[in-house]
């Protein structure tokens, strides 16, 4: 089994995940970020699918195929999202049909997308947390491998509140994945 990581930012999930000495192959960014500068460090080989543009014009498709192709050229069987800051096309989902993971920081299916964290805080609601899930066409939705809650303190800000549900998603994310590469190494076994 080997696992490639998608991160686009400072890449702590990333930082837990090579700590827990899962299968990492490769490191994938769609921009220059400190998640590379760690694969770096971690000996772990990286490919940056530079997005070309940020605006109207951004071709999905095509940049999807790009990282589809960085993605089988490792021979890579399970999709680690950490933080990318690309949404992909749905290529990919057909590509790797049920082994793109996700990490996100709220209860889903409270608070998808971007601002989960901002929005969970304006809401007002007294709890939120961190979701693994099974990434589908659709962001922030697929069924849930593992959840868990935290309370929301007051004078909280979206900054400390963030840490507090990545310390529990540095935890919980290596666990679901090393669940997911026993499950897989058995398999394989079985079919020896
Ligand atoms: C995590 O909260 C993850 O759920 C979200 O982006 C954050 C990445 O954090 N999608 P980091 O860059 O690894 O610190």
């Not at 082994?99 to 939120?128: C, Y």
């Not at 310390?167 to 076994?189: C, D, F, H, M, T």
Request: hydrophobic share 45%; proline share 4%; charged share 20%.
């Amino acid at each position: 089994m080997q696992i490639a990581v998608m991160a686009s930012g400072t890449g702590t999930i990333l930082q837990a995940l090579i700590e827990a000495e899962l299968p990492i192959a490769l490191v994938i960014a769609d921009r220059e970020c400190a998640a590379l500068m760690r694969a770096h460090e971690a000996q772990i080989g990286t490919s940056l699918v530079e997005r070309g543009s940020f605006a109207g014009d951004f071709d999905r498709d095509a940049y999807t195929e790009q990282v589809i192709s960085a993605l089988q050229a490792a021979g890579i069987d399970l999709v680690a999202m950490a933080g990318f800051g690309t949404i992909l096309g749905p290529a990919i989902f057909d590509a790797f049909p049920d082994r793109i993971i996700n990490t996100h920081p709220s209860l889903l299916p409270h608070f998808k997308g971007w601002h989960a964290v901002e929005d969970a805080l304006r809401a007002g609601v007294a709890e939120t947390g961190c979701t693994v899930h099974i990434a589908t066409t659709l962001v922030d939705e697929g069924p849930i491998l593992a959840q868990e809650a935290l309370p929301i303190y007051d004078g909280e800000t979206v900054a400390t509140l963030h840490e507090r549900i990545k310390e529990i998603e540095r935890r919980l994310y290596p666990a679901v994945l090393r669940g997911l590469v026993n499950e897989s190494n058995q398999k394989s076994e079985r079919s020896i």
